[in-house]
């Protein structure tokens, strides 16, 4: 179904971001029909150019980011026509009455953020003096949103000078992944699930998101950052939210958010013991060599985590006693995402000894192989007697569901459209980014104040050994990198 005209403005439209993930989704969008032709894609940045410049930037990142779409001949000519650019001064006065005259009235207007937190004001400020914002104007503000909860309560004061939260868009790309959809489809959709979703029939619950790529030309801000704030303040941290939230009344944001907040507040704070961190050592890789962590960020005595593994509780009704146990890092043997809700074995067997049988285990893969299993034990077949063995009763999408199944649309698709209807559902709200801060900080601060330094694992590998250790301790092993 195709969404109203707009008129979208990406700042910092000549980005990596713009490059990789924002043009390609609009052009796949466009390709499937959901932007009506009278939409118009603004790039705005520092750089010069002029329309065609930026045309033949767009039609180069649409290439290398969005190949073997099935797009017909033609198609791409005609997405690049919706497309101009202006040469702005996010700090000064030039190219925004420039700007101001490309747009026009009576579309919905959304204006994309793909720049630095620093520019945020700056953004705000013109889009108001220019007239150009409006009052259903809509703002896309991408992570990191603040480095600690300090620095994310000023952006969001800041924002909140001129735009009102329901016009603000603040993206987590986990939440537009087809799975993580999925996810509350699945504990929302079937009665199964729900009566045995609690710590009475949970055992514990792990989330990996496991990466084989290192920081790559990132370097600069990851060594800033770490895999605390890169990814577990955020993307692991939505994941946990919407496996521990309640059902909410009804699929609307302020409903689905105000039930992802109250999980957040009831997290534990985490105890040092209950924490490992790592950071990637050199190793040769089939192309060749791969640099530590240290020589990728230029930083020789860096102290900053490119993995963390953790355990941690919800403290409510429904979740006391269940460790949630997560961990994510880069250069790791495979590239990975996985939830696991482990759930408590029976409580008596009737078939004596049971090898080759485990409790039930509910699968959620978010990538690759997108899809939900859900492991059970049945007879081995033949008249061997009674043996019992694990299947999975398999949701990979790609079989269920055939093509749609198996390319799913990228997060940003989903999530640059819900801006375009003004969906806030898979966007967090301010009060959310704060409590995943408050919630970090302290254990920030703790490694600051003990001088902590990570754990070196190889590349290629599992992680470092004292997670394993951290799982192992509590009689349970980790899944999911395999
Ligand atoms: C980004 C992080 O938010 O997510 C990156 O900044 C990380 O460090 C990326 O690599 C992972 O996203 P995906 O969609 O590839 O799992």
Same mark, same amino acid.
């Given at each position: 179904? !195709? ?244 059902? !909410? ?214 992680? !470092? ?18």
């Amino acid at each position: 179904i !195709p969404v109203d005209p707009f008129d979208l403005v990406i700042f910092g439209g000549t980005g990596d971001l713009a490059r990789r993930k924002i043009l390609p989704a609009l052009f796949r969008r466009y390709c499937a029909g959901q932007i009506p032709s009278e939409a118009r894609i603004v790039g705005a940045a520092r750089a010069e150019y002029d329309d065609a410049g930026y045309r033949d930037f767009a039609a180069e990142a649409i290439r290398e980011f969005a190949p073997g779409r099935t797009c017909e001949d033609g198609t791409l000519g005609q997405f690049l026509e919706r497309l101009s650019y202006v040469t702005i001064d996010a700090r000064g006065d030039t190219g925004w009455e420039d700007l101001a005259s490309k747009l026009q009235p009576g579309r919905v207007r959304a204006f994309y953020f793909s720049v630095g937190p620093g520019l945020f004001g700056d953004l705000a400020d013109r889009l108001h003096k220019w007239g150009v914002a409006d009052a259903d104007s809509r703002i896309v503000v991408e992570k990191p949103f603040g480095h600690d909860l300090a620095s994310a309560r000023a952006l969001n004061h800041t924002l909140a000078a001129h735009f009102h939260e329901s016009q603000i868009y603040r993206i987590d790309h986990y939440l537009g992944k087809e799975t993580v959809q999925n996810l509350m489809a699945v504990r929302f959709g079937n009665m199964l699930f729900e009566p045995l979703w609690n710590a009475q029939y949970v055992d514990h619950i792990q989330i990996t998101v496991a990466e084989t790529v290192g920081v790559g030309g990132r370097g600069e801000y990851y060594d800033t950052a770490g895999a605390m704030r890169d990814m577990m303040q955020n993307h692991l941290m939505q994941l946990l939210c919407l496996i521990a939230m309640e059902p !909410p009344a009804r699929f609307e944001p302020d409903a689905v958010r105000d039930e992802k907040l109250k999980v957040i507040r009831a997290l534990d704070e985490v105890l040092p013991h209950h924490i490992v961190r790592g950071q990637y050592d050199a190793a040769k890789g089939a192309e060749g060599d791969y640099p530590s962590y240290r020589e990728a960020v230029g930083n020789p005595r860096s102290k900053t985590e490119s993995y963390i593994a953790l355990k941690t509780h919800v403290s409510n009704w429904r979740w006391a006693g269940t460790p949630f146990y997560l961990r994510t890092g880069k250069r790791l043997k495979a590239r990975s995402s996985v939830i696991s809700v482990m759930f408590k074995d029976t409580p008596h067997s009737i078939f004596g000894a049971e090898a080759g049988r485990h409790a039930n285990v509910l699968t959620i893969r978010l990538q690759p192989n997108e899809g939900i299993t859900l492991q059970v034990t049945i007879k081995e077949p033949g008249p061997g007697g009674m043996r019992l063995v694990d299947v999975p009763l398999d949701m990979t999408f790609a079989e269920a569901l055939g093509p749609e199944g198996s390319d799913p649309p990228d997060a940003y698709e989903r999530l640059i459209m819900d801006v375009i209807r003004g969906n806030q559902t898979l966007f967090m709200r301010g009060d959310e980014v704060e409590a995943a801060w408050a919630w970090t900080d302290p254990i920030i601060a703790g490694w600051v104040r003990r001088g902590e330094v990570p754990k070196p694992y190889d590349s290629g590998s599992v992680g !470092p050994g004292d997670a394993d250790l951290l799982i192992q301790r509590d009689g349970r092993e980790w899944r999911g990198i395999v």
